[in-house]
């Protein structure tokens, strides 16, 4: 992609609404997240969001290569040209251990391999693999804050904890320092929030909810360009709280079924006829009318090349 992408083009692509989306024939879905041709500040770029890398994971039957496939990721957005601005990873980095030197090791084998990222503006958030057991105890000595906001281009990301706390919650807590960052903005900042859990709930059987994710779309709805960049449930999936999007991203270890599309939630095993099916990662580019497209990567497919 370019950083000049032909802006009349792309508002033909945007011209069919809020918050819908649509194969453009290009392979990108396109979201509007607001009505923006006034705005300018800012310039355009775009991210990468990876997930749920599950460093440690064992299963030669869901994945024969879950001690090589984060390299392979790692690779392939190497291989990107132009460079992404920055890389985000939201949640899930290592597979879950009672061991707590062994997750330590994890951690630590996850830090250096993702250290081989060309780009060195690296965002982490915790998965309940990497922060329930010890309440994000040892994540925090390798990743930093399990909450924390940061700007770029004019854009507020948001990052949240929905798993830290086993009983799988932002917390009262959590909510009043939302609260409180959300204060300090105007009701059209552009947002942009990362979670690892979808803060709605989008099938609680099998713990793809936020217990208390309500509370916190609440705080946001008065906002008018909030989009929501998750993980945890291992595929793609797209939904709308009012104007609000929610995108959850592929895994890099292992597909998961679709909601509550058969009995057990369990992986989907590995595919021979086709390796790394169903992982990937995403490029998300942003623009300063506060757009946002959305470009899939099958490691199949980038692996392949
Ligand atoms: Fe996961």
Known sequence: MSNTIDRRHFLQLTSVGVGVAFASGLGFDVFAAGPTL????????????????????KGSDKNPD?????????????????????VVFTGDLTHTTDDAQERRRRMAEFKAIVGGLKVKDIRFIPGEHDASLDKGLAYQEFFGPLQYRFQHKGIHFIALDN????????????????????AQLPPDAPIVIFTHRPLFALFAAWDWTTRDGQAALDLLMPYQNVVVFYGHIHQTHHHNTG???HHAATSLIFPLPAPGSVPKRAPIPWNSAKPYDGLGFR?????????????????????AL
């Open 38 to 57: 006034t705005d300018t500040f800012g310039e355009d770029f775009y991210f990468v969001q990876l997930s749920d890398t599950h460093w440690g994971f």
């Open 66 to 86: 879950a001690a090589g496939t984060l390299q392979k990721a790692v690779a392939a957005v190497n291989a990107l040209e132009p460079p992404p601005d920055f």
């Open 163 to 182: 798993v830290s706390d086993p009983a799988a919650q932002l917390g009262i807590e959590q909510l009043a320092w939302l609260k409180a960052e959300l």
């Open 243 to 245: 104007h609000i999007q």
């Open 283 to 303: 490029q998300i580019e942003a623009y300063p009318w506060h757009n946002y497209r959305l470009q899939e990567h099958p490691l199949a497919v980038t692996v």
